[in-house]
């Protein structure tokens, strides 16, 4: 017989937490390269749990509550996304946490979109549409919450902000995510630029291939860069290349080995069924965090260590 919602959610949270290693539960400090967001700071007393940035991504945001269990206003949000989920020790309440940000929001020229607590919000459903950090990063009650949205505009540019605040274990955890509106930078690199790139040292950074998070899938805005290296490799069709994948140094080495790895192989693969280039042309090949460009203490420079190279033989 299948077990309620309600009872399934508490049970995989209660798994979750039993696979966590106690390090992570006793965190006592800001995860690596993690920073509040400028002008909005943090809850007296927090430490940042999970710090995620990228340059451009997509966000949704809840504007509206929840009716009859499904979204009723959630803008699709385009351009560069920080996520910063804390921790507070036991003593303030999620209501106490949750004013700070809002006051702090408003200070900053933030508009509110919607306030609301669990079920005024639409319970459980609703905290699933959230776009959350993963646990132990961020946890979220669906039975005991509270999540606040605004926006603003600055300097011709939409901003958005949402704090989604909850309780674990008598510890509260709050994430604020940010949404700054943008076209997606032009990093294109034409055929012409790759051809030199390999003549003249040997190798090229390509910037305009994007994949879905943690994973292999090549994203659609990806296509004018393909059709670019496509074109190279019909204009000589001599050229072989390896296609080497790079990751910046967020996460295990042994998974973004074969993270690069994979998404090399995807590439691969993509120019070969859409494009017609010769699999015997393409070698490919991933190096994971070995090869940076740029330092990953910081994240623009996690931005450039993110990329695909193509290498000369």
Known sequence: ?????????PLLV???????????LAQTRDVVGSKDFPGIGRFAGSVISGHQVKNFDVARMQAAVFKDGKPSDTPRLEGRITRIAYRTSPGPSITEVSRNFETQLT?????TLLSCDTEACGGIPFTEAIEALPIPQMWVDGFNYHYFSARKSENGREIYASVIVSENNRDIYAQLTIAEL?????????????????????RVALYGIYFDTDKAIIRP????TLEQIAK???????????????TDSQG???YNLDLSRRRAEAIAEELVKNYHIGAPRLRTAGVAHLSPVGS????????????????AP
Not at 14 to 24: D, R
Not at 232 to 246: E, K, R, W
């Open 1 to 9: 017989m299948a077990l309620p919602h309600a009872i399934i959610k």
């Open 14 to 24: 209660l798994l979750a937490l039993s696979l966590i290693p106690a390090a992570a």
């Open 107 to 111: 200070k900053a020229g933030f508009e």
């Open 182 to 202: 943008g076209a997606i930078e032009n990093k294109m690199v034409d055929a012409t630029v790759m051809e030199k790139g390999l003549r003249e040292t040997g």
């Open 221 to 224: 805005e990806s296509r004018p």
């Open 232 to 246: 190279l490799l019909a204009s000589q069709v001599a050229l072989s290349v390896f296609i080497v994948g790079h």
């Open 252 to 254: 295990p080495y042994t």
């Open 296 to 311: 990953n203490a910081s994240e623009a420079g996690r931005a450039l260590n993110r990329r695909v190279e193509l290498v």
